[in-house]
């Protein structure tokens, strides 16, 4: 029987389902391995043939594992609470928790159709009551501890009050907001309980706070920076202004140093690792008071070149800053209000990004130099931005680009505080250059201008040495329907968790999905939804990275009711040992997951500090477009006649998307084009050989219309998304995944054709015929190999373990195509051989694999389990030789012959040699030259 692919892949999907083959189950005779994938959101649309590159990978990779005898655990999931299904609900009122599962329906159903070795029996879904009823306790863990420096890791909030009961608090090292009251074990004894919360929320790694945000009325909701672009929303393009909220956050700069440490301990690429350095952005440096003239408060600013400080020409203070409205005088109000007003209109991404464009506003306010006494003015920039250190910056034009080109815009004066012949002696510490004209510290190195300026500043309390951050405790809530609710009730405005036992706590019904008239969240809208019918719950729900950044664990042990995860369980898995995703998530989900990891470490209920031993990114594949080209009338206007991509210099023309579905090795399908829209229903056509549509046979015989083609991202608005259950349908699962590898490396971005698929489907009918005779019987033999059959297969071997091992996927695809020819031109029938080769095969095409395993005679069941080829070296060992024989130096020949045989005896099988003899035409050499293992030249 020929290569029945359809049959074949739809038999064993559904006996890997009713065997629960991949099912992964604590086993401490086996070592483990933990592949996991980046979970996806389940839109709408479904999966398009980009989305399973890295899920190809991984199994391939799992596969391989449990060949080579490892307990592997490869689950998937859904991400499933999003913004967009909340969109889909307040347009149709249909509940997203419906869209969801449809979507997930669609997903799984594409996914069970490429063969995936998922262990479904632990599938996720973040949306699942009996899911984020775990992410609700571990925000109420988060909320329970606080940071101690001392011992470098989170404690349970006990042990803070306990300190506060017996010790200052100026003596507790903690991570902890700057406003925390310098009390005394009485002052707290005093405190009522009310108050006594209200101090603690200082302390919590996760608590309430006045924050900038990024607020979108039309969308009604809080969203993170990666979510806008120039001022609009991504989702809609819908307007975005900064403004004030009361807001969770999550103290995750209390973890910045071990964040930073961790990327040491870990394979991952350099690149992305770099990122999290970036936006972790550790720097050492001081902290710095200037006293403002005619106010009793301070500006404190954070500079890691604090001997700069005789340069400062201006101070810069956030828009949002909590003294811009006392600093402004009457004279600057107008021209201050008219700036915040339109600085509220850019996001904080914008303003960062934004070097070239200078704006500021004066507050008509002066700041004192607490070194050189002078006045400096303060103004406002939005460069500045109120959640990244103080919110203000000393402003030195003569160090800073950005401060030289806002000096120089406003006309500020730029105060030089080095000789020109000095070198920035802490960019090059080895040079031994000296400050002139810089007050207390002329004369003096670079290091001990530093030592002499922070000393000065702590004797005067004007500042101090501090190690900084860039990184922000991360906003934790968004004010929409369609997330986890966070379990926590008010009393008298602060916050309280609910019983653990009373989690989860569900979302409420509510009659639409938009904001209330009011202005409060979606869940403002819940009747009757009241925390004992008495207190009000919070409102706002926690954002899309809560349910992501602790998945993993739930995979181990999803359906436990009574813990997130068995201890046992956590032991025996331990950490995620490969893990595939997109890079777009380093400074988001990867970092959040890090974080959260290294809190439950903390606590005790994890025994790894870091989740993922080894990241890998896979690349996009991008989209071949295709076009078709519209002829212009006279004035430019489109006409409805089209030419071929070859003729298309002879007219004024448009080109203009067409689906590649109806495009085949850029051939455009004609009556296809013309259902794709109505108004192309009486198109005309120029052909490529400059016939028309009205003369020819209507794209048949010779007359084509050759489309243009062009590599974009794929997108339904180009028109260039493949359906992967098309390809499946047409050529089957195993070719598209051998296809998807075969593109390129994997790590790469590469340009989707589906012209190459069909190279990759010959090769598995090439393959499967190994097997069969002529007439498709199956025909495999018991006798012994030849040494060629054992050197293809031990190439082959030898091959995909080495390209496995470095996740090198697509030169495996070529190296079977090689090693099929090589059996193929022997004549290679042997099951010895053909047995072992099904073995190498099957984590990439593992449908055709099981067939033939099964046919090849082996016990019912499956080879997932089998054992992975060993490579012998023996079988590459060369001993015999192909040696060109020439005769005066003109190469005649090629004799075979063993390489242990010494050149006199080489000479004599030479000359022996009857086709030889005929090129010697009776002569008898004048010297015979044997070149071991190179050559045999006669000399005649």
């Known amino acids: 029987m020929d290569y029945q692919f359809k049959q074949i892949e739809k038999e064993w999907q559904k006996f890997w389902a009713q065997h629960q083959t991949f099912k992964a189950e604590v086993d401490t005779n086996k070592p483990k391995y933990y592949v996991l994938d980046m979970f996806p959101y389940p839109s709408g649309a479904g999966l398009h043939v980009g989305h399973p590159l890295g899920y190809i990978a991984s199994d391939i990779f799992a596969r391989y594992k449990r060949l080579k005898g490892f307990n592997v655990l490869h689950p998937m999931g859904y991400d499933s609470f999003g913004l967009p299904a909340e969109q889909y609900a307040i347009q149709t009122g249909q509940h997203p928790a419906k869209t969801t599962e449809t979507n997930i329906n669609r997903y799984r159903e594409q996914l069970d159709n490429l063969g995936f070795s998922f262990d479904w029996s632990k599938e996720v879904r973040t949306s699942s009551p009996d899911y984020y009823k775990w992410t609700q306790w571990i925000f109420m863990q988060l909320f329970n501890a606080w940071y101690n420096k001392e011992t470098d890791r989170a404690e349970h909030i006990s042990t803070l009050i306990a300190k506060l009961e017996t010790i200052p608090a100026t003596e507790i090292k903690a991570v902890c907001d700057d ?14 309980e009310e108050e006594k919360q209200s101090e603690l929320l200082k302390y919590r790694l996760t608590y309430l706070k006045e924050s ?8 009604g909701t809080v969203l993170a920076n990666d979510e806008v672009k120039d001022g609009f929303s991504e989702r809609g393009g819908h307007p975005v202004e900064q403004k004030k909220m009361m807001q969770w956050s999550m103290r995750i700069s209390a973890y910045a140093d071990r964040l930073l440490k961790g990327l040491n301990d870990i394979d991952w690429p350099e690149p992305l690792k770099e990122m999290q350095r970036n936006w972790i952005g550790k720097s050492e440096g001081a902290m710095v008071s200037f006293e403002l003239e005619g106010h009793s408060q301070q500006v404190s600013v954070f500079t890691t070149r604090v001997d700069t400080l005789y340069g400062v020409s201006f101070l810069a203070i956030a828009p949002e800053h909590e003294l811009v409205a006392s600093l402004t005088t009457p004279a600057q109000k107008a021209e201050i209000d008219a700036y915040i007003l339109a600085t509220k209109k850019k996001s904080e991404l914008d303003r960062m990004a934004d070097v070239k464009t200078v704006s500021g506003a004066f507050t008509g306010s002066y700041a004192i130099n607490p070194l050189s006494g002078e006045k400096v003015p303060v103004w406002i920039a939005d460069y500045v931005l109120a959640g990244y250190g103080t919110g203000a910056v000393m402003a030195v034009p003569s160090g800073d680009q950005r401060d030289y080109l806002f000096a120089k815009h406003f006309n500020l004066p730029i105060v030089q505080i080095l000789d020109a012949q000095i070198c920035d002696t802490e960019a090059d510490p080895t040079k031994e250059g000296r400050y002139v004209n810089s007050g207390i510290i002329n004369g003096l190195t670079y290091k001990e201008a530093v030592a002499k300026i922070v000393a000065a500043l702590e004797e005067k309390g004007m500042g101090y040495a501090k190690v900084n951050y860039r990184m922000r405790d991360a906003i934790f809530g968004r004010q929409r329907y369609w997330g986890e609710p966070v379990p926590v009730y008010f009393k008298n405005g602060l916050p309280y968790l609910i019983q653990e036992e009373e989690l989860p706590l569900l979302l409420p019904e509510i009659d639409k999905y938009l904001p209330t008239e009011s202005g409060e969240p979606p869940l403002g809208r819940a009747k009757d939804w009241k925390y004992q019918d008495e207190y009000e719950y919070e409102l706002s729900t926690m954002p899309g990275w809560a349910g992501s950044s602790w998945y993993w664990y739930r995979y181990m042990d999803a359906n436990n009711d009574a813990a997130f995860a068995d201890k046992d369980k956590i032991a025996y898995w331990r950490d995620v040992d490969l893990y595939i995703g997109g890079n777009e998530h380093a400074t988001g989900h990867l970092l959040y997951s890090r974080f959260w990891n290294k809190f439950l470490k903390d606590m005790g209920y994890v025994v790894e500090e870091e989740p993922f031993k080894k990241l890998i990114n896979q690349g996009m594949i991008q989209g071949r477009s295709n076009f078709v080209y519209r002829v212009n009338d006279i004035d430019g206007k489109g006409t409805n006649e089209f030419v071929s991509y070859g003729q298309k210099s002879n007219y004024s023309v448009t080109p203009l998307h067409v689906d590649v579905n109806i495009v085949n090795n850029d051939t455009l399908d004609i009556e296809a084009f ?5 108004e192309y229903k009486d198109a005309v ?3 490529e050989d400059g016939s028309n549509s009205l003369s020819a046979e209507d ?7 050759i489309c243009g083609h062009e590599v974009e991202k794929m997108s339904k608005s180009k028109f260039n998304v493949v359906n992967p259950d098309d390809l499946v349908e047409r050529y089957g699962a195993d070719t598209l995944r051998m296809y998807e590898m075969f593109l390129g490396p994997l790590e790469q971005s590469k340009p989707w054709n ?5 190279g990759v489907f010959k090769f598995l009918r090439k393959f499967w ?7 498709f019987n199956f025909q495999v033999s018991d006798a012994a190999p030849t040494k060629a059959e054992l050197k293809a297969l031990h190439k082959i071997i030898k091959k995909v373990e080495e390209d496995i091992e470095r996740f090198s996927f697509n030169t495996s695809v070529s190296s079977f195509m090689i090693a099929v020819n090589e059996l193929t031109d022997l004549k290679c029938n042997k099951k010895a ?3 072992e080769l099904v073995i190498l095969l099957s984590p990439y095409a593992p449908h055709i694999t099981e067939e033939l395993w099964k046919l090849l005679g082996n016990r019912p069941g499956t080879l997932s389990f089998a054992q992975f080829p060993t490579f012998n070296p023996v079988y590459l060992v060369e001993d015999e030789f192909a040696y060109p024989v020439s005769v005066n130096g003109k190469t005649k020949t090629n004799l075979l012959l063993p390489l242990t045989m010494e050149p006199s005896e080489v000479e004599k099988v030479v000359l022996a040699d009857e086709q030889i003899q005929k090129y010697l035409d009776g002569k008898t050499p004048k010297k015979v030259i044997v070149v071991k293992g190179r050559i045999i030249n006669l000399v005649v």
């Open 179 to 192: 406003d925390v009251l310098p009390l005394l074990p009485s002052d707290w004894s005093a405190m009522s």
């Open 212 to 219: 900038t945000v990024n607020w979108c009325a039309a969308l």
């Open 674 to 678: 013309r259902n794709f829209r109505p």
């Open 685 to 687: 056509f120029i052909y």
């Open 699 to 705: 794209g048949r015989g010779e007359a084509k219309y």
């Open 754 to 758: 589906t012209n190459g698929i069909e």
């Open 769 to 775: 015929k190994l097997f069969h005779d002529e007439n």
């Open 833 to 835: 051989v053909l047995q």
